[in-house]
Nanobody
Framework: QVQLVESGGGLVQAGGSLRLSCAASGRTFSRNTMGWFRQAPGKEREFVAALRWNDGSTSYADSVKGRFTISRDNSKDTAYLQMNSLKPEDTAVYYC?????????????????WGQGTQVTVSS
């Protein structure tokens, strides 16, 4: 089992920045990829960014490329999502997830463990 705890959400004005954290515990050696997803009210959960833990390779949704950066701190078993130039359409609950699958994956169904989510609200 892998436990994930997100933090860092909040209310920010458009153009501002937030950094989300995802602390992992448990059998963390088994997870291959960490991902961030988000879900806005009335919409389906969508992929935001992913990072393959071993080699640091990353993938981003087109909507966040150039604005968001996913990173990791091996010593803390923590993944981060730095979000810059935030827009009102970035408002959502953001979820951290861990996949046991080898390749870098961007679909929610490939993730095995999920955090509880953290709210990000961007005001115009």
């Amino acid at each position: 089992q892998v436990q994930l705890v997100e933090s860092g959400g909040g209310l920010v004005q458009a153009g501002g920045s937030l950094r989300l954290s995802c602390a992992a515990s448990g059998r963390t050696f088994s997870r291959n990829t960490m991902g961030w997803f988000r879900q806005a009210p009335g919409k389906e959960r969508e992929f935001v960014a992913a990072l393959r833990w071993n080699d640091g390779s990353t993938s981003y949704a087109d909507s966040v490329k150039g604005r968001f950066t996913i990173s990791r701190d091996n010593s803390k078993d923590t993944a981060y999502l730095q979000m810059n130039s935030l827009k009102p359409e970035d408002t959502a609950v953001y979820y951290c997830a861990a996949s046991l699958y080898g390749p870098l994956v961007v679909v929610a169904a490939a993730y095995d463990y999920w955090g509880q989510g953290t709210q990000v609200t961007v005001s115009s």
